[in-house]
């Protein structure tokens, strides 16, 4: 940019672009652009462009996306308001990026969640809520003090204890590296330009050409040209937009001494009132007493604006207000130290084995429904800007549910069974559980069976713990493999399996075993 500035300069001053090539050779060195290059933009300023940004390209022709293939996404999404993106590529053989840019810019089409309501009204109850209304809006219309002579009433549960919402137990975390942090600083996400930022970003484009004007007089600063020819040159580039005969001999001074910076320096501001050193520390006080309290609350009690609360948090205290993360237990002292010396156990046996892994057997239980609720992001749809939000009511799991016990390994899935019905997970249930998986592993993993070197894994149930089922894996000289209590991601089965095996079945019904006994062979096709 710095370049162009300097041949726009000297082209309005009507120099050719031998002569310009010439004095830039001289002032930029190696650094200067090639002469085809300095005599294209000496074309182009001389036919009156002004911009110093390059033209937009059209880059490289679409070769997907297509009018036949936006119909083809147009149809699809139409028909399947849920579908996912990576459904689109495998169904359409569409590229990602492709479908994501028809979607957007060619459809206009946003991915939502559907809104929670109540309950999803029939046509009939739909009816009967407008007649309500209307009967109420009449009612209000021929007595204004109709809504005055109301007593209205319900009943909620009121607990002892009621988790806190995800806002309420937000607290503001240091960061690491701090005196006084404890753990690692959290996770920042993307943070939208803010109205503040735009009108900066805006502004510096009505600072370019005040920035073209100090390159120009660097230029001549470099070739030993004097001051008041350098003003009277670009008085007659820049005209009326020239910087006053003050700014021209004051940027002139400093580019003599050396200066290369053409932007302005940093000023130290007006000196604030509320941004103190005592302030900052009576703030810090206030945050470490109680974690959750809001900048309001601290402005209103240092009796300062909230705006100045606000920048000691962030810029002086670099402190963010976090949501905590829900765990399934909060562990004592020796909870901690039992997991940190179980882990250390483990790692220490991987080093000593590197195929320790391919050894383990681990499994659990979970129950698996007739019906489960759909997650958020299964639900969310494809709209239009002028379309109204989609809408579902809340759900609950069917009581139609199994529990399934599953053990698997790096290879695959070595035994499965299902609870019966009326049976309980007890020990004398898992002990059979755990003969089952003794033959399971003799038929489909004879080489460990062979080799008795295979580990156990399951967490610590008390079925799993129990006396029966320690002193069966002792006699037959099963290896198991620790668990640190309350440690989810640790028990492959609650982080990798379960979920994935769960996923594609929530917000789809499933028929029981009395329903398939019961139905015709019509209704066998559609089960």
Known sequence: MEKRAVIKFNAKLGRSASEIYIL????????????????????RFSDGRNTLEDDKHTGQPSSSKTSERIEKVRGFVANNRSASLRMLVEV???????????????????????????????????????????????????????????????????FQCDPKKKRQSAEYYPPSGTIWSNGPSPKQSIQPITQ???????????????????????????????????????????????????????????????????????????PSTSTTDEKINEVEKMILANR???????????????????SIFINDLGMRRVAAKFVPKLLNCDQKQHRMNIANEMLDSIRDDPNLLQRVITGDEAWVYGFDVETKAQ?????????PSPKKARQVRSNVKVLLTVFFDCRGVVHHEFLPQGRTVNKEYYLQVMRNLRQAIRQKRPD?????????????????????????SAKNNTLMMPQPPYSPELAPCDFFLFPKLKRPMKGRRYATLDEIKTASKEELKNI
């Not at 991915?111 to 007649?131: D, M, N, W, Y």
């Not at 005969?245 to 050396?258: H, I, L, Q």
């Not at 959750?292 to 606000?310: F, P």
């Open 292 to 310: 959750r309290i809001t900048v309001r609350e601290v402005a209103e009690d240092l009796n300062i604006s909230i705006g100045s609360c606000h």
């Open 196 to 270: 503040i930022e735009v009108f900066w970003i805006v502004f510096d484009f009505y600072l370019l050409k005040k920035m073209d004007q100090r390159t120009c007089i660097k230029f001549c600063v470099k070739n030993e040209i004097k001051c008041a020819d350098a003003f009277r040159m670009l008085t007659v580039a820049y005209g009326e937009a020239t910087l006053d005969r003050s700014n021209v001999y004051r940027w002139y001074k400093m580019f003599s001494e050396g200066r290369e910076d053409v932007n302005d320096e940093e000023r130290a501001g007006r």
């Open 379 to 387: 639900s969310s749809q494809w709209k239009l800007p002028h379309e």
């Open 92 to 158: 359409l053989h569409i590229n990602k990026e492709t479908i994501r840019t028809i979607l957007h810019e060619d459809l206009g089409k946003t991915k939502v969640c559907a809104k929670f309501v109540p309950h999803t009204l029939t046509g009939e109850q739909k009816s009967l809520r407008i007649s309500h209304c209307r009967d109420i809006i009449s009612a209000y219309e021929n007595d204004s003090n109709f809504l005055k002579s109301i007593v209205t009433v319900d009943e909620t549960w009121c």
């Open 448 to 472: 460990l069976w062979k080799n008795k070197n295979w580990l156990l894994h399951h967490d610590n149930a008390p079925a799993h713990t129990s006396l029966l089922v320690r002193d069966f």
């Open 24 to 43: 830039m050779k001289k002032v930029y060195g190696t650094l200067c652009l090639s002469k085809s290059n300095v005599f294209n933009w000496h074309k």
